[in-house]
């Protein structure tokens, strides 16, 4: 066997021994914290304060605007679709699909407080922050 070959092998022994020693909750998100989230995300939920591309929503824009989650359900205004979470450590992915589009995102939730943050554009944000040209659009939520 030549040397290529030998080294290709070993670190697929090596990453299988690592992996094995993981539990699949560490690698994939912990099941129980996810039915959790997904219990206590249900409702309501009042737009406090949302941005896109670093640029705040002009006051008033979002008053009387709400995200209800209803069982995997979630209604955006009068936009209907579906959507998964998937908790880590910090804050929790979330997916909302719409027909053939899913904007993904992620989200922090604490208590009746939620922030969500998604990538308009095909990517997941990395923190809740937008800027110019990030394609990041933010809301700030609270339980109604």
């Known amino acids: 066997m030549n040397g290529f070959i030998k080294f290709a092998i070993s670190l697929l022994v090596i ?73 880590s450590r910090g804050h929790g992915r979330i997916d909302v699909s719409y027909g053939l589009r899913t904007d993904r995102g992620i989200y922090l939730l604490d208590g009746d407080h939620l922030i969500l943050c998604f990538h308009t554009n095909g990517g997941r944000p990395d923190d809740f922050e937008t800027s110019p040209h990030s394609y990041l659009t933010l809301f700030e939520l609270t339980r109604y």
């Open 15 to 87: 990453l299988a021994i690592g992996v094995a020693f993981f539990k699949s909750d560490d690698l994939f998100g912990d099941t129980e914290r996810a039915d959790n989230d997904r219990d206590a995300i249900q409702g309501t939920w009042a737009v406090t304060y949302a941005e896109s591309n670093g640029i705040p929503a002009p006051a008033g824009m979002f008053d009387h605007s709400f995200i209800t989650f209803t069982g995997e359900d979630i209604v955006i205004q009068d936009r209907q679709g579906s959507f998964k979470i998937r908790p």
